[in-house]
């Protein structure tokens, strides 16, 4: 017997291009600019979303932010279901 999962979209493409639009213009208004604004992105999905937030404030501002990436692998608490050996890609925060 096979069972139907019934998906919901929270988001689709448009609400979520609005909601990252929304993001940046908070991380500007409340940083009243980007001066001193970095975006670092957990690995492995926040890192395209820092990357989306910073081309936002990039055509808001005119200003292109550094993104860098933090690996939080060994840190999980779902580590030991994850895998035996877990791959583990490093942190880049270059600036």
Do not use: C, W
């Not at 609005?18 to 670092?40: F, S």
């Not at 501002?61 to 993104?67: A, F, G, H, M, R």
Request: proline residues 3%.
């Amino acid at each position: 017997m096979s069972v139907t999962v019934k998906k919901k979209v929270i988001l689709d493409g448009q609400a979520m291009n609005r909601a990252l639009v929304r993001v940046a213009h908070e991380i500007v208004e409340r940083n009243k600019g980007v001066d001193n604004v970095v975006l670092v992105g957990i690995r492995t999905r926040g890192v395209p979303l820092a990357k989306r937030i910073a081309k936002e404030i990039e055509a808001i501002e005119n200003v292109k932010l550094p993104v860098g990436s933090l690996d939080i692998t060994l840190y999980r608490d779902d580590l030991s279901t994850l895998a035996y050996n877990p791959v583990i890609h490093g942190t880049e925060i270059r600036f």
